[in-house]
């Protein structure tokens, strides 16, 4: 039976999806507290932030940007990675994948928010916000990346939350939800997923005076590290949800997000040696960035401990990956999810957007290393993030499964 | 106690410790927001201000310069001026690294005093390179040493700059006679222009500018040496409010060699025009396509 939609049912939806949000077992209050309170450490950090300055970091005019930009650029990997999801779903109609692709959509949702985060904490003057409002503000459009990174976060977030919400609230209601108001939206957040990320990736290669950065090969090995993170992290969370029994699904989601992954790690690993080539064969000064970064430079090796554990994580994954047993065993393919996460998080944070500062374009060897502040409020939008994926996946599968219906 | 009635007295307990963590940590934030005016929060771009919103908004700059500082200053707008063009060349040759210009700048600018902050950093380098790889801005010596050069650098006012382009609020702009300023109350503070400067000329207010009252320069401008507000970018603007009054930019006043030199490009018998048209003039990071303003120059 379909029940009848009017705005009323809209607004008893939303009220039963809050109610909904804040109940459930010890475990899962005791995760939210958790969660909340480190959301609560960053806020005050960030307070504090503001009230004293950004001296409270370790940024400097030599290092303008650091931990939290680090971790910008990987959230929008993370939002982006979660398309591989969809392309299965829609574009190759795998119907396992059908089955758990909302699991993707929230994903990106989430992301998005922690990049959104980031992106705020990073700004000296957040009370001028509404500069960057295109039509309020003055929008410096098309020339500014970062004008085209606003439009292509928030575009992807409405998307996403568009197909989600419109896709929850028809199983809500028990009916068949109509192509139209879905499907060109899907096949849109498709390429826009592709495109948050090599704007992203815009941002920082189109700076003629930062040669590491400025380099064509940015965006895609942007893409590529985002179909790590993203799959290996979707992974986990499938395994979670499976765990927690609130849905059943076959094998073949996890089989077609390893075999991306198996694809990825390694474009990624060839992608990371054929910049380094460059780099070291050549010599001279566009070599000056990745020499420090790797080897440390005139005493100054900050970085190296981030990008070696990186790199060790990355050709772990690989291998775990082509293991046999990471295909019949799911310890050993969870192990090659958390080896691939965290590498590319810090080949793709710290690894990549500090050393676009050092050494400086005056060739000045300023080093950065993140105060406790930056970890704290860093630490605090993840856990905000995390908020925001549990309620969603939690609300989104008693939707999903019916549990939960008009 | 039965359960239910345990239950609701965990939840109370709960529920306000709760929200005493929320009041404690949210804290820091609601004093920062209860210490931002409205008026400045809500005020248009520059280029939009009336000449009486733009006069208001200088008297309470004053205002609050007078407030906070404890100083009496002038915070004029002194526009570009027509058929003027700056730019500025510097005699390599002649230079000998004193830093004077760096300290002219710091004074002139109201510049942070706990940074030491300056728009304007010398190199000194080995003879026979220009490779910034082997200079060093950390010399501590007298100068000038055997075997080193000195090549000052400041903001190149470039015509296609890449930090005009990256804002994304368009709070930096280059004016009529080729200076780029800033808007200290448009701009967010991304500090994308400071990533995008190959120059190294931007500096960020990392914190509100420490300046003891007899030491603060009264003699202000809007877009130039006025005390910047927290958590926004500022950049060496040739001196305007001096240099649009026909002044010399405090850099050149204070240099002992007669290393700098600054006018009208557009004025045929200036200095610089006979400089540029005569010397063997080096642009800084010319392959990058910024189109300098500033040019360094070999007298024989």
Redesign the interface.
Known sequence: MTASATPLSYLRFLRRVVVLAFSGTWRFYAWMTVLTAIALVGLNAWGHQLQHGMRVTDLSDHVSWGLYIANFTFGVGLAAGAVMMVIPAYLYDDHDMHDVVIIGELLAISAIVVCLGFIVVDMGRPDRMWHIVPGIGRFHWPVSMLTWDVLVLNGYLLLNLHIAGYLMYQRYLGRAPRKRWYLPFVFLSIFWAISIHTVTAFLYQGLGGRPFWNSALLAPRFLATAFISGPAFVIVLLEVVRWSGRLTFGDGPIRTLSQIMRVTVLLNLFMLGSELFTALYTGGAHSAAVKYLFFGSHGKHALVPYIWTAVVLNVASAVLLYLPRSRTDKRWLLAACGCAFLGVYLEKGMGLIVPGFVPSTLHELVEYTPTVTEWKVTAGIWALGLLVLTVAIKVGLAVWTGRVRA | MSAPTRRVALKVVGATL?AG??A??????????AD?SLDE?LRK?YKELSPEELAQILRRLEAETKETYGVEVRIEDTPAQEGVSFGYALNLRACIGCRKCAEACHQENNHDRRTNNSYI?V?EMEQGSF???R?T?DYDHAVPAPGKFYMP?QCHQCDDA?CV???????TWKEKDGIVVVDYD???????C???????A???????PEIPADEINPDQGYLSNRIR?????EKCTFCLHRTRRGLLPACLEACPTGARVFGNMLDPDSEIRWVLEHKRVYVL?EE???RPRFFYFFDE
């Open positions: 709760g963590a929320f404690y940590a949210g804290q820091p934030v609601a004093q920062w927001a931002l929060v771009h950093r190199l490779d910034m790889e200079g801005v650098v890449p382009k990256v804002c994304p609020v368009e709070a448009w701009c967010i503070g991304c500090r994308y400071e990533a995008a400067c190959p120059y190294h931007r500096r960020f207010n990392w914190q509100r507000p927290q958590g926004v970018v990071k990058l396509g910024t």
